[in-house]
């Protein structure tokens, strides 16, 4: 029972996660504009992310950890890389496609990666069996994903 219910708080934290994305596109989409490109918003806005998530580190103690990324396999930094993709992507896209279509998309992207990771293990995960009921949940957003262009 207590697991249940912390599945279900992780799950909300999640979510309200998923709303933030919603909200930073246009945000950083005014400061593109504001700026001048997309590019710098990125900058700026992994700027500001890492000033605060470097701050609550240090807060927590955990100032240690960053001695060890010497040691860490260099193929783990690709998640700044794919991270900027995102921010990127989200910046120049949300002008054209709107806020829904935009995170239709993301969500419909990640989901297919998503199936594809569960379904191999690959990056270390755990295998994870790709059942009926998992790909109508992909094939769903798909379909959100139409039905936000209509």
Known sequence: MKMEARM???MVAVALGGAAIAVQAPINA???RGLG???PAAAVSFGVGFLVLMAISLLQGNGSAYLR???VPVWTLLGGLLGAW???TAVWGVSSLGVVTL???LVFGQMAAALVIDATGALGMAVREITPSRLAA???VG???LLSRL
Request: net charge neutral; aromatic share 16%.
């Open 138 to 140: 992909a094939g769903l």
């Open 8 to 10: 279900w708080w992780a």
């Open 37 to 39: 490109g997309p590019v």
């Open 69 to 71: 990324l010497t040691s």
């Open 86 to 88: 995102y921010v990127f």
């Open 103 to 105: 995170v239709a998309a």
């Open 30 to 32: 005014a400061l593109g």
């Open 143 to 145: 379909a959100g994903l």
